[in-house]
């Protein structure tokens, strides 16, 4: 079994994560959501989202000092805001990692499905079952959890092929 202290993130408004150390995995999921229908407010600017973000991250880092961090490496988006916030989340761990000198290890998502369920096009509810075999005595909330806990998954069995 690996000994690496590993975060695993799927980004995204709904972030899911998971978190290998002392051989124990916590999971779970954290918004970072804007408020709705009051963009002209100023303590709604566009820039909170991402700084709530960068706190949480920092504040996780500090607390569980990952040797590594594994992440859903989106190569297509939906739509034009999804890609600007993903490279934004994508930026500011990608700087908080190599602050700290901490590995960087990026996952497709077609690779983090097929890992998971044989599928590189699985469905959410796919994952999230699969999720549940892998991982039952974690409280999976939704797919965001899931996914991050396949992250972890397929992390360390790379790890192990090392």
């Given amino acids: 079994m690996n000994d690496k202290r590993i975060l695993a993130l ?4 709904q972030m899911g994560y998971a978190i290998y150390a002392s051989k124990v995995v916590t999971s779970g999921t954290i918004g970072f ?3 709705k229908g009051r963009k002209t407010i100023p303590d709604d600017h ?3 989202s991402y700084n709530m973000f960068k706190e949480w991250l920092l504040d996780v880092i500090l607390d569980t000092c990952p040797e590594i961090i594994a992440f859903e490496e989106v190569r297509r ?3 034009n805001l999804a890609a600007k916030a993903f ?9 908080q990692a190599a602050s700290r000198d901490i590995e960087v290890m990026p996952f497709e998502v077609g690779t983090i499905k097929k890992h998971a369920t044989g599928n590189g096009r699985a469905s959410k509810e796919l994952m999230i079952a699969a999720a549940k075999k892998y991982f039952p005595d974690q409280d999976i909330e939704d797919d965001n959890c899931a996914d991050a806990l396949h992250i972890l998954r397929l992390c360390m ?3 192990e092929k090392l």
């Fill in 10 to 13: 799927d980004f995204g408004t």
């Fill in 87 to 95: 490279g934004a989340w994508r930026g500011i761990m990608l700087q």
């Fill in 157 to 159: 069995h790379t790890l």
């Fill in 46 to 48: 566009l820039g909170h």
């Fill in 77 to 79: 988006f939906k739509g």
């Fill in 33 to 35: 959501h804007r408020k």
